[in-house]
C-alpha cells in the first residue's frame, strides 16, 4: 500500500505558485520524500526529492515539515505545461526499497 | 543523455496469446522496475531486479514472468493474454549506487492492447 495521501486533484491559475501537500505520517528516519509527475499517458518524470531540508530546483521547491510527517510541491510559477498528475512517494534512497508504490496522487489543473 | 528505452512502443495481440515487452535501462543503472497502467489508473508496481536478481514483487500475475539479462536489459512475459491487461506498461531504472541520488527514471512506456 502507499504510504502517502493527497488530494485527488487541484486547480491553479496560470502564474500563479501551485501548491501541492502531502501526508505521510509513517514516514521512517531514513525514507526520502520524491515528488514525481505524469503528463498525459507519458513516463513519469521525476522533479525533486528530499530528506529533512527544504530542497529546491530549476522545476520546483520542496518543503518538509520538522516531524517529516507531510510536504508540500511548490511550483512557483504554473503554465500550462504543468497540468499533470503529481505523485508523492516515500521511499528509501538508495538500498532496500525495491517495491516503489505509486498513491492516487493528485491532478493538477492549471487555469489560462 | 540516454534514457530508459522500451520496446515495442505499441502492441496488438488477441487474448490466448503470449506478448514479450523489452526494457533497456540507462547505462549503469542496477535495478529495473516494471509497472502496470490500466485506463485511468496509477502505476501498479509489477516487479523489480537488482543486479539480474528479482528482488521484490508486487501484484504480478502468475502469467506474467520477468527476468533481468547480463546486460542489465529486462523482459516482461505475459502469456494467456486477457482482456483486462490492456494497459500501458512502464519501465524505470535507478542506480542503488551511493553517490548516486535515487530516483527513477522511466520510459515512455509500452502500450498493450488486447482484442
Known amino acids: ?112 | 543523455a540516454a534514457g530508459v528505452i522500451q520496446s515495442p512502443r505499441h502492441l496488438i495481440k488477441e487474448k490466448r496469446e503470449t506478448a514479450t515487452l523489452k526494457c533497456y535501462p540507462i547505462p549503469r543503472h542496477d535495478t529495473v522496475y516494471w509497472y502496470q497502467q490500466g485506463p485511468g489508473q496509477d502505476p501498479q508496481f509489477l516487479i523489480s531486479f537488482y543486479e539480474k536478481m528479482q528482488s521484490d514483487k508486487g501484484s504480478i500475475p502468475d502469467r506474467f514472468s520477468a527476468q533481468q539479462f547480463s546486460d542489465y536489459h529486462s523482459e516482461l512475459n505475459m502469456s494467456s493474454l486477457e482482456l483486462g491487461d490492456s494497459a500501458l506498461y512502464f519501465c524505470a531504472s535507478r542506480s542503488r549506487r551511493v553517490m548516486d541520488t535515487g530516483e527513477l527514471f522511466f520510459g515512455e512506456g509500452s502500450r498493450l492492447t488486447v482484442l
Open chain 1, 1 to 112: 500500500d502507499a504510504k502517502t495521501t493527497q488530494p485527488p486533484s487541484m486547480d491553479c491559475a496560470e502564474g500563479r505558485a501551485a501548491n501541492l501537500p502531502c501526508n505521510h505520517s509513517t514516514i521512517s528516519g531514513n525514507e526520502y520524500v520524491y515528488w514525481y509527475r505524469q503528463i498525459h499517458s507519458q513516463g513519469p518524470q521525476y522533479i525533486i526529492h528530499g530528506l529533512k531540508n527544504n530542497e529546491t530546483n530549476e522545476m520546483a521547491s520542496l518543503i518538509i515539515t520538522e516531524d517529516r510527517k507531510s510536504s508540500t510541491l511548490i511550483l512557483p510559477h504554473a503554465t500550462l505545461r504543468d497540468t499533470a498528475v503529481y505523485y508523492c512517494i516515500v521511499s528509501y534512497s538508495m538500498n532496500r526499497d525495491d517495491k516503489i508504490i505509486f498513491g492516487k496522487g493528485t491532478r493538477l489543473h492549471i487555469l489560462p
